[in-house]
């Protein structure tokens, strides 16, 4: 049973243009969501996260939008640059309890 | 600062062989966790520890992976005997308290394991 979904194994995009990675959800108990960035043969780096009390929350270039009526959430990164391909994971917790992560989305930013 | 050590990188081994990875978190981090990466997916906790305590091992298979720290500080996950299906990168994280935000959790570059 998937709680975190990324539908969209690969999303390409041109430079500058905006990115929009999506993220679904099942559990309703989840109060926080994150999403993590991970380059080849590197660990996942922390991007940005939102709290269930919240609908949006920003820094530079990335911002994340919650629907928790639709339990989705969106990753936007304007302008979109090259830098930014990498794979990138949802996540999702409540309390104490382990991270659930999504199957993750591959960004590429086309020059 | 330095980050989250992993040792070795890559392995590659034979069903049925044992293997054993090897983590070093960010000083004075008391929260480790040791997380499975299977190719596709995203990763899954498989243990966490308090120091030198397991807090959580819900999803750890154990009858094959065992896990210490017993000096609350490096750790190491074993498997033994391996399967094909353990094939995924092991990643392990660290962060300053079991309380902390999620967002604190640094993650080190994890150890691909082949098992053919």
């Known amino acids: 049973d998937q709680q975190v979904k990324q539908n969209s194994p690969s999303l390409s995009v041109q430079e500058g243009r905006i990115s929009i990675l999506n993220c679904d959800y099942t559990?309703?108990?989840?109060?926080?969501f994150l999403w993590y960035k991970k380059y080849p043969a590197e660990g996942p780096t922390f991007l940005i996260s939102?709290?269930?009390?919240?609908d949006k929350n920003e820094d530079g270039r990335f911002t994340v939008f919650l629907n928790k009526s639709a339990k989705h959430l969106s990753l936007h990164i304007v302008p979109s640059q090259p830098g930014d391909s990498a794979v990138y994971f949802c996540a999702a917790g409540s309390g104490n309890t382990p991270l659930v992560f999504g199957k993750g989305t591959r960004l590429s930013v086309i020059a | 600062e330095a980050g989250v050590a992993q040792s070795p990188r890559y392995k590659i081994i034979e069903k049925r062989q044992s293997v054993a990875f090897w983590c070093n978190p960010i000083s004075g981090h008391a929260t480790l966790y040791w997380y499975q990466q299977i190719l596709g997916q995203g990763p899954k906790l498989l243990i966490q520890?308090?120091?030198?305590?397991?807090?959580?091992d819900s999803q750890l298979p154990k009858d094959r992976f065992s896990a210490e720290r017993l000096k609350g500080v490096d750790s190491t996950l074993k498997i033994q005997p391996a399967k094909l299906e353990d094939s995924a990168v092991y990643l392990c994280?660290?962060?300053?308290?079991?309380?902390?935000?999620?967002?604190?959790?640094?993650f080190g570059p994890g150890t691909r394991l082949t098992v053919l």
């Open positions: 994280a660290s962060s300053l308290s079991m309380g902390a935000a999620p967002n604190e959790q640094f």
């Open positions: 939102i709290s269930s009390i919240k």
């Open positions: 559990n309703s108990m989840f109060d926080y």
């Open positions: 520890f308090q120091n030198n305590g397991v807090v959580d």
